[in-house]
């Protein structure tokens, strides 16, 4: 089991910055990758940003070059820098593992973005 705790999110203006993170415990060994996704009312969950194992990462077309995602082994903690907010990023942003080809879950942090 992995439990996945998120933390960071709050309400921010349009084009401000905010850095959300994720603290893994558990069974975290082998975790393959880690991921970010978020869900707005309304609309499915969407994935945002992954970084694997190796260090590897891939963003959605809509965060390029606005989201960064990193982490931080001493720490077990996954981070997800987010700059240059749109309204458009206000959502409930999700923290989620793979491992052993399970998908674990966090609880969510809301993101709002303001214009």
């Known amino acids: 089991q992995v439990q996945l705790v998120e933390s960071g999110g709050g309400l921010v203006q349009a084009g401000g910055s905010l850095r959300i993170s994720c603290v893994a415990s558990?069974?975290?060994?082998?975790?393959?990758?880690m991921l970010w996704y978020r869900q707005a009312p309304g609309k499915q969950r969407g994935r945002v940003a992954v970084i694997t194992s190796g260090g590897s990462t891939n963003y959605a077309d809509s965060v390029k070059g606005r989201f960064t995602i990193s982490r931080d082994n001493a720490k077990n903690t996954v981070y997800l820098q987010m700059n240059s907010l749109k309204p458009e990023d206000t959502a409930v942003y999700y923290c989620?593992?793979?491992?052993?080809?399970?998908?674990?879950w966090g609880q969510g942090t809301q993101v709002t973005v303001s214009s």
């Open positions: 558990g069974s975290i060994f082998s975790i393959n990758a």
């Open positions: 989620n593992a793979h491992k052993g080809g399970l998908g674990y």
